[in-house]
Nanobody, 113 residues
Framework: QVQLVESGGGLVQAGGSLRLSCAASRSMFTIGAMAWYRQAPGRARELVATITQRGDTTYVDSVKGRFTISRDNAKNTLYLQMNSLKPEDTAMYYC???????WGQGTQVTVSS
């Protein structure tokens, strides 16, 4: 069992930055890959970025060069640094452990133009 709790969302102007955090309730040294998803109103949930236990990362094309996923296993925390934000990044952002039912409750990111 593990609980995931996201934080760090908010309202920001286009071009601004936010850092999302996802706190895990158990040691992340025991958790393999993790991921960030997002879901905008009326749209399907979209995979944004993944990171393996050893730090290998992947990104959806629309965020490459702007977002950075990272993890601090000693702090049991997953991060998503989001720079150069665009209005189309507006969505609820969720962290998850892929291929499990473990999802956070989400944190809202709103980017104004």
């Amino acid at each position: 069992q593990v609980q995931l709790v996201e934080s760090g969302g908010g309202l920001v102007q286009a071009g601004g930055s936010l850092r999302l955090s996802c706190a895990a309730s158990r040691s992340m040294f025991t958790i393999g890959a993790m991921a960030w998803y997002r879901q905008a109103p009326g749209r399907a949930r979209e995979l944004v970025a993944t990171i393996t236990q050893r730090g290998d990362t992947t990104y959806v094309d629309s965020v490459k060069g702007r977002f950075t996923i990272s993890r601090d296993n000693a702090k049991n925390t997953l991060y998503l640094q989001m720079n150069s934000l665009k209005p189309e990044d507006t969505a609820m952002y969720y962290c998850t452990i892929p291929a499990t039912t473990y999802w956070g409750q989400g944190t809202q990111v709103t980017v104004s133009s």
